[in-house]
DNA sequence: TGCATTACTTACCAATTGGAAACTAGTTTC
DNA sequence: GAAACTAGTTTCCAATTGGTAAGTAATGCA
């Protein structure tokens, strides 16, 4: 009997996997990362300028995606009593902690692009 | 009028949008990041290994995930005249530059579970 | 001869995701 | 009084995702 590799039995390779599973469920769906892109640079934001800025996305989606991670704790949302009602939504500190995964998911992107045309290599 | 917040609009934003949105891509679905992740600890691993190996795959899935993988040029395929033949899989060098976010990812997810159990903030 | 192993593929089905459009409801402006 | 703006919600539908189970084809072993 051949002897098959064996690399994710261990305990350490466990956590890993529930690490990774924990994170994508909470950047889960088509938005999450793109909202939380949009606030982590706009600081401050109300739900229409959410909707007007984020490209493609529909108030259900948006309304939705944004209760996600106000559960999640990753932004909050604070109603202001202005002339029409409004609503600001805003990243939390813990949210921030976020930018790093972002932040190396927007450099990859670009590095793929810069593959697929400038071809370096 | 009140003045809206515009911050996706300029074309460093759009092209960071697009770099998300083309990673996001590339890593979609339930499995990559495990296949990519159990690839880049185990070395060459043959296609029976990784159906063992990555808890809860089906052949279906496991064999889609990769043809996905080699497409974007993330893994080898090499089929090895063996008795019953066998194919081997591994992580390119282009490949292996998604080590940095999946372990930003990993990272994230411990510190996740850390926060719900431990409290210390 | 028949069963096992390798690496898949195919067929079918159920659940989830996400999009369009319309609707609610309170307030303000023309 | 009508239209517009705020922040959503609701309904309905289509596409994608992913799972189970069975089938295929080549080879080896008892």
Same mark, same amino acid.
């Given at each position: 009997?051949?002897?098959?590799?064996?690399?994710?039995?261990?305990?350490?390779?466990?956590?890993?996997?529930?690490?990774?599973?924990?994170?994508?469920?909470?950047? =889960? @769906?088509?938005?999450?990362?793109?909202?939380?892109?949009?606030?982590l640079?706009?600081?401050?934001?109300?739900?229409?300028?959410?909707?007007?800025?984020?490209? @493609?996305?529909?108030?259900?989606?948006? =309304?939705?995606?944004?209760?996600?991670?106000?559960?999640?704790?990753?932004?909050?949302?604070?109603?202001?009593?202005?002339?029409?009602?409004?609503?600001e939504? &805003?990243?939390?500190?813990?949210?921030?902690?976020?930018?790093?995964?972002?932040? &190396?998911?927007?450099?990859? @992107?670009?590095?793929?692009?810069?593959?697929?045309? @400038?071809?370096?290599?």
């Amino acid at each position: 009997m051949l002897k098959s590799k064996t690399v994710t039995k261990s305990l350490e390779c466990k956590v890993r996997i529930t690490a990774i599973t924990d994170t994508m469920q909470v950047l =889960s @769906g088509k938005w999450k990362i793109h909202i939380l892109g949009t606030l982590l640079q706009g600081g401050k934001m109300r739900f229409m300028d959410l909707l007007r800025e984020i490209d @493609g996305i529909a108030a259900k989606m948006l =309304s939705k995606e944004l209760q996600d991670l106000e559960m999640n704790q990753l932004v909050t949302r604070t109603v202001v009593d202005t002339k029409p009602i409004t609503v600001e939504y &805003e990243v939390t500190e813990y949210g921030k902690t976020m930018e790093p995964i972002i932040d &190396e998911i927007a450099n990859w @992107g670009v590095f793929y692009r810069n593959r697929l045309h @400038g071809k370096t290599d």
